[in-house]
């Protein structure tokens, strides 16, 4: 017999303070209560098959009556007389509704935080009224975003590092390890034109409030012997910012791109070249070196769906990349060192040419076996050497 009991009904309040709801009410002055609860009650037969369950029931409400308002109905029965029975059950108040499911002390906690927000910063009351629960978990850190929000405020762009920040009690780290919430707090209270919309998310952070951010860097090695950035006789390796690489004017006509340190580093010389040392999904570091487009690109990556992804994300930025070792052949070749994928890439991938696309539906399919994967580092060094040997002067 399935009546409402008591932890049935504190079920239904602890629903809505998951929801937010209830410490919402609090700033927006919803009302909520009084709200009748969901109520299942016994039928006329059940009073006359089951009367001390229904007894034993009725009792275990009337015990936690304190928390609610029970709403009675009397049932005339020619054998049992007539009882009161329970209608209908309802919350009074919002107060009565924390204290059913014991949040009362964290409601005033609440109440708190609404109180700093109103004295400081009231646009943040209607952050609080949309995200409550999250409020209530950052209620210790409450005080010092505050002050952060409250500098922004009055020092928007302010052109400097996150690190640089000067605000007495306040670590940077806290800063850099908030930023989700904190763009939430800034948009409210930022003027709109302090802030860069084009910029978004944890990545765009400092962009969008107008923080320095820290200079993207690029890594590459000269391939030719006979080009030289240094009048040393050692290895090539440079790390620039991405500004200066882009300004760069090397006589080279030739850019390989690579996801593997190792391969980075054990590249071959090649004539006229320069290797980079890619980053997986995401070439914005290369997005403004314009002198990149005149080049001829080979991408090197994993012949896995994920790597021809990658192929195809470079292709929207340098139409005219080649693929380099990501082929079928290669592929067949190392059937001793396939590895499996973990989660596999299956998307629409329209820059790929007709023998790359080929490969790479066979990957999706699993036409060689499940999930396969060759990583660029297991392919035979030898192997490598042979292919630039054939298409390139060295």
């Not at 308002?69 to 329970?86: F, K, M, T, Y």
């Not at 014991?102 to 109103?118: I, Y």
């Amino acid at each position: 017999m399935k009546w409402t009991t008591p932890a049935d009904l504190k079920a239904q309040v602890i629903r809505l303070w998951d929801r937010g709801l209830l410490l919402s009410a609090l700033v927006s002055g919803e009302e909520l209560f009084p709200r009748r609860l969901t109520f299942k009650t016994p039928t006329s037969r059940q009073l006359s098959d089951s009367f001390a369950e229904v007894r034993t029931w009725i009792a275990r409400l009337t015990a936690l009556s304190g928390n609610y308002r029970i709403e009675w109905r009397r049932v005339s029965h020619p054998v049992l007389g007539s009882n009161d029975i329970p209608a209908a059950i309802w919350i009074d108040t919002l107060d009565d509704a924390l204290a059913f499911i014991g949040k009362g002390r964290s409601a005033e906690q609440f109440r708190t935080l609404m109180e700093m927000a109103r004295q400081q910063q009231p646009e943040l009351l209607l952050w609080l009224a949309k995200r409550p629960l999250k409020g209530l978990e950052l209620a210790a850190d409450w005080p010092v975003l505050l002050r952060i929000v409250d500098w922004l405020a009055k020092n928007p762009r302010p052109g400097i590092y996150l690190r640089q920040l000067d605000l007495p009690g306040v670590h940077t780290k806290f800063i850099e390890g908030h930023r989700g919430v904190l763009a939430e707090l800034f948009d409210l209270v930022v003027p709109k034109e302090a802030i860069d919309a084009a910029f978004s998310g944890t990545g765009g952070f400092c962009r969008r409030y107008g923080f320095l951010d820290k200079p993207v860097r690029v890594r590459f090695r000269l391939l030719d012997p006979a080009i030289r950035l240094l009048p040393t006789r050692s290895d090539q390796d440079f790390v620039v910012t991405q500004a200066a690489f882009a300004e760069l004017d090397l006589p080279i006509a030739t850019v390989f791109i690579t996801e593997n340190e190792i391969n980075f580093l054990a590249f071959p010389k090649v004539a006229g070249s320069l290797v980079i040392f890619g980053g997986g999904y995401g070439f914005g570091h290369l997005t403004t070196a314009a002198w990149l487009q005149s080049k001829n690109i080979h991408y090197w990556g994993d012949i896995d769906t994920h790597g021809f992804a990658i192929l195809h994300q470079l292709r929207g930025l340098f139409p005219h990349a080649q693929s380099l070792l990501m082929d079928r052949m290669t592929l067949m070749e190392h059937q001793l060192v396939w590895g499996t994928e973990t989660q596999q890439k299956i998307a629409n991938l329209p820059r790929l040419n007709q023998d790359e696309n080929s490969l790479y539906q066979e990957l999706c399919n699993n036409a060689s076996g499940s999930s396969v994967r060759l990583e660029q580092e297991k392919i035979s060094y030898q192997w490598l050497v042979n292919r630039l040997d054939e298409q390139f002067e060295r």
